[in-house]
């Protein structure tokens, strides 16, 4: 039973970290060094890594969506609801599909940039069924650039953070 509250109250904490990092991110003035829509850091993704290699698959499922959804009903944008639910999926499912299948040839890293890749992947896929058309297709190679950088700047936080505790 102990075990039981230990692990919730866990949960619990990383769901408002990655709550707070996903706030603190939306009014970070990214848009005046990378000018182009839609490319964010992943700073939540920092606590999903953790949750992946710390607690696995199901407590890293259920701190994405109550973040997601938590972010939801403080923004109340249904579009946005529908864009991060379908990038942090992608981008969840990514990572951990990384993780066992490289297993140990493939570092927090380089999961750490699957997981951005896929993030940006699950965003135009959305955005696709959202606006019904492919046209918006011809933007993933430029999310999937910038997946690099800021997979390999949230797989250097996480990988800290996972050393650290």
Known sequence: MKRGVYHIALCAVLTAAALVLSLVESVLPLQAVVPLPGVKLGLS???ALFAVYRLGARPALSI???RVLLL???SGSATSLCMSL???LLSLGGMLAARRLAGQSLSVLGVSVVGAACHGTGQILCAMALTGGTLV???LPTLLLTAVPCG???GI???GLLKKL
């Open 45 to 47: 993704n920092v606590v």
């Open 64 to 66: 994405s969506l109550c």
């Open 72 to 74: 939801f009903l403080l």
């Open 86 to 88: 379908c990038g942090s």
């Open 137 to 139: 297709f011809y933007y």
């Open 152 to 154: 390999l700047l949230t």
């Open 157 to 159: 936080c996480a990988s």
